[in-house]
């Protein structure tokens, strides 16, 4: 079993805004994630292949996760954050 995690919840809409994205991502040393929402499905979110699948696979249910320093999620991304409306 896993341990327990924060997570900020995300939308992707598209290629564009996918590499936008990890462009963003990949100026942090730490190491990042996205998972689904059962924490089951989980791919490296600085790879743009893995980034794809999320938004084929469970695109309703993306969180990214920072694996180095639990709850840190970059004020930066807050524009991908996922907002109820």
């Known amino acids: 079993m ?8 995300i939308r992707l809409s598209n290629q564009a805004e ?4 990890i462009l963003e991502l990949s100026r ?6 996205i998972e689904s929402r059962s924490g089951v499905h989980r791919v490296n979110a600085k790879s ?7 938004m084929f696979d469970f695109p ?7 694996d ?3 709850g ?13 409306g």
């Open 60 to 66: 309703e249910e993306m969180y990214l996760v920072n």
């Open 48 to 54: 743009v292949i893995g980034v794809m699948y999320t």
């Open 28 to 33: 942090y040393e730490d190491h990042f994630s």
């Open 72 to 84: 840190v999620i970059p004020a930066s991304l807050d524009k991908y954050r996922y907002v109820r």
């Open 18 to 21: 996918v590499m936008e994205f």
């Open 68 to 70: 180095d320093q639990d």
């Open 2 to 9: 896993r341990n327990p995690h924060t997570r900020a919840h």
